[in-house]
């Protein structure tokens, strides 16, 4: 009965719910409350991103309105530089040096191959690439850190012309153009001229005026030191430019300002005559006014060829100067430091002379040798059997080493240091090149600072004839000649005659940096005759057998340092290798240049550097006298 009553019930149930449709009814109004769900979800949604966009664009339109404004300008507004042209370099006769011109190169922003393949076809069509080639091409196009591929290096613009008839295939192809450096004497003024060099993140901290907009600077040399003349002022275009980054118009130009021209106090026939007589020598010479300073020669030999330089030097020609044994990159003018040698005895005579240790006539025995107290090796003169008695001319005429021992050891280190610095022996010349050295004037407080050691009575006997310690630059030893030859009239070595632009010139003026160092005249006239003896007395002279020049009288001093060289061979052991030096004036009466030679490891002075020196100076007084007085 109850299963019956459950089952009536459950029929009665179904036969409402299908007369009245509630099961429907039901279903309806949940989908009902759904749909308003949703609905209010979504119209909440759709507010809260209006609000968002409308907050962005508020922002845009009024807050950061400047700003995007100058974004956008940016982006169709591009900088373009005019480089300068740089200014040449002249001898002081006026003749080339240095010049810049210009080369093309044709180039292909990567931006706007669209095809590669199809580039490439039409590449090989218009340069008639081979199978290399245009891998090479298709390498470029591929390698992500180049912006620009580069179809032909230095063409002409002739040949551009030609080629541009083709544009058509190749519409992404452009025109670069290079300013280069050209140098005359590529090697006879390597050393002197230095070069040029695209512009790299140090040349802002060691490059005096770099300004923007400039790709190449001077590196070494005079390009470096003057390159605030020669640089010039870059300019620029403000160009604008599409979405295609197509240039539109030209907003705005700033043309550049050429660099100005520089004339050298070098000569360029006797720089190239002088750079020739050291052949397949190692060595420094310096041709020099003493009366103005003006260098008409100045030679590091060997020397290098600088365009390579300028152009961009391979690894290979740079290594091949590196490891060259007879170092082509290095200046010795301006970076070597020798031992004078034999040619500090003229200079150590008038010291001698001024402080009252001898007189013109005091005599010392020179027996070949000389002992000092203490020591068991007698300090040897160059002359085994010795000079016999001699005084201070024929000492300095003979180079006699005895002589100037016994000087040192009366002088004292003290005195010989102190009276030596006035002819600038341990300090710089403050010629017109960056990196000169100061050479080394030795004391008994450098020693002990430098060496932690005292002082020792032989090392006095050494400094006494040029050796020790002692070392001195090519532009020092030159300098001090000059003081001799113009009485004590100090210049400053200099090699800038003056700057040119727009017919305006800048002239340097010696007597700005001219003074007066106080040497006494009895004295200096003492030693410069003993100088002329070294060359006219047959009896003693060093370099007596010198061929004479005709009608031309000139005073020296030769040189020969000692120094310690490793054996070119595979032992490892030291030997001595000497170097060969020579100082001179010329005319000995009035002199107007002074001449120093120094060979390195030449050997003897007077063999070796004395007759480079006498082949300079008949040079000079036949070729470029008369032009060096009009100036």
Same mark, same amino acid.
């Given at each position: ?36 769900? $949703? ?25 950061d309105?400047?700003?995007?404004? #100058? ?10 530089? @005019? ?29 706007? @191959? ?13 340069f ?7 891998? %090479?091409?298709?390498? %470029? ?17 002739e ?9 058509? #295939? ?10 280069? $450096? ?13 070069y ?18 400039m ?21 620029y ?7 295609n980054?197509?240039?539109?118009r ?13 004339? #050298? ?12 007589? #050291? ?82 006539t ?31 001319s ?19 280190i003290?005195l ?19 990196g ?14 430098? $060496? ?12 006494? @004839? ?66 002329? $003896? ?8 060093t ?18 340092? %000692? ?8 032992t ?44 300079i ?13 009009? %100036?």
């Amino acid at each position: 009965m109850a299963s019956k009553h459950r089952n009536e019930i459950i029929r009665k149930k179904q036969r409402f719910e299908e007369k009245t449709g509630w099961e429907s009814i039901n279903d309806h109004s949940l989908d009902r409350a759904s749909h308003k769900l $949703r609905a209010l979800f979504a119209i909440v949604v759709v507010f809260l991103i209006s609000l968002f966009y409308l907050n962005h664009i508020y922002k845009i339109q009024i807050t950061d309105h400047q700003l995007y404004t #100058l974004k956008a300008e940016d982006n169709r507004i591009r900088i373009r530089p @005019i480089e300068s042209i740089r200014g040449s370099i002249f001898d002081r006769n006026g003749n080339m040096l240095a010049e810049s011109y210009d080369t093309f190169d044709i180039i292909a922003k990567k931006e706007k @191959i669209l095809s590669i393949d199809e580039f490439i076809i039409n590449a090989s069509k218009v340069f008639n690439l081979n199978k290399n080639q245009q891998e %090479q091409i298709h390498n %470029q196009i591929k390698n992500k850190k180049l912006k620009e591929i580069t179809l032909k290096k230095d063409t002409t613009l002739e040949e551009f012309t030609k080629l541009s008839v083709d544009q058509y #295939l190749l519409p992404e192809m452009e025109l670069i153009i290079n300013s280069n $450096r050209r140098y005359i004497y590529p090697e006879a003024m390597s050393h002197l001229l230095g070069y040029t060099g695209k512009l790299s993140e140090s040349d802002f901290d060691s490059v005096v005026d770099v300004k923007d907009g400039m790709t190449h600077v001077g590196k070494i040399g005079i390009e470096r030191f003057y390159q605030n003349l020669l640089s010039g002022s870059p300019g620029y275009e403000k160009l604008e430019t599409n979405a295609n980054n197509e240039i539109i118009r030209v907003l705005e130009k700033k043309s550049a300002l050429r660099g100005q021209d520089i004339y #050298l106090t070098i000569d360029s026939k006797l720089q190239n005559y002088s750079y020739n007589l #050291l052949k397949d020598k190692e060595g420094t010479i310096i041709v020099m006014n003493p009366h103005n300073g003006d260098i008409l020669s100045f030679i590091s030999h060997p020397g290098y060829d600088n365009n390579l330089f300028a152009k961009g030097i391979s690894s290979k020609d740079y290594k091949r100067l590196l490891n060259d044994k007879s170092k082509p990159l290095f200046n010795r003018v301006l970076f070597g430091q020798y031992p004078p040698g034999s040619t500090i005895k003229p200079f150590f005579g008038i010291v001698a002379l001024e402080e009252g240790i001898i007189d013109k006539t005091k005599v010392f025995a020179c027996t070949g040798a000389y002992k000092l107290e203490n020591y068991k090796r007698p300090f040897k003169c160059w002359k085994k059997d010795g000079h016999m008695d001699v005084n201070l001319s024929s000492a300095v005429a003979s180079s006699c080493d005895v002589f100037f021992y016994r000087l040192a050891e009366t002088s004292g280190i003290d005195l010989m240091h102190n009276k030596l610095k006035k002819f600038g022996f341990g300090e710089k010349t403050f010629i017109d090149l960056y990196g000169e050295r100061k050479g080394l004037l030795p004391s008994r407080e450098w020693k002990n600072q430098s $060496r932690q050691a005292p002082w020792y009575p032989g090392e006095t006997l050494n400094v006494g @004839i040029g050796q020790g310690y002692f070392l001195t630059t090519p532009l020092q030893l030159a300098n001090a000649t000059s003081l001799l030859a113009s009485g004590g009239d100090s210049v400053t070595p200099h090699l800038f005659l003056k700057s040119s632009i727009n017919n305006k010139e800048q002239i340097y003026n010696y007597n700005d940096n001219k003074t007066f160092i106080n040497i006494d005249i009895d004295s200096l006239h003492i030693v410069n005759e003993a100088m002329w $003896r070294v060359i006219y007395d047959n009896d003693v002279g060093t370099a007596s057998h010198l061929k004479k020049i005709e009608g031309i009288e000139f005073a020296g001093k030769t040189g020969t340092a %000692q120094v310690y060289n490793l054996d070119k061979g595979k032992t490892g052991t030291k030997s001595l290798q000497d170097h060969a030096l020579f100082i001179s004036f010329a005319p000995f009466e009035s002199p107007e240049i002074i001449v120093s030679v120094i060979v390195d490891n030449g050997g003897s002075g007077s063999a070796v550097a004395a007759p480079i020196a006498r082949d300079i100076i008949n040079f000079y007084f036949k070729n470029i006298k008369t032009k060096v007085a009009k %100036q």
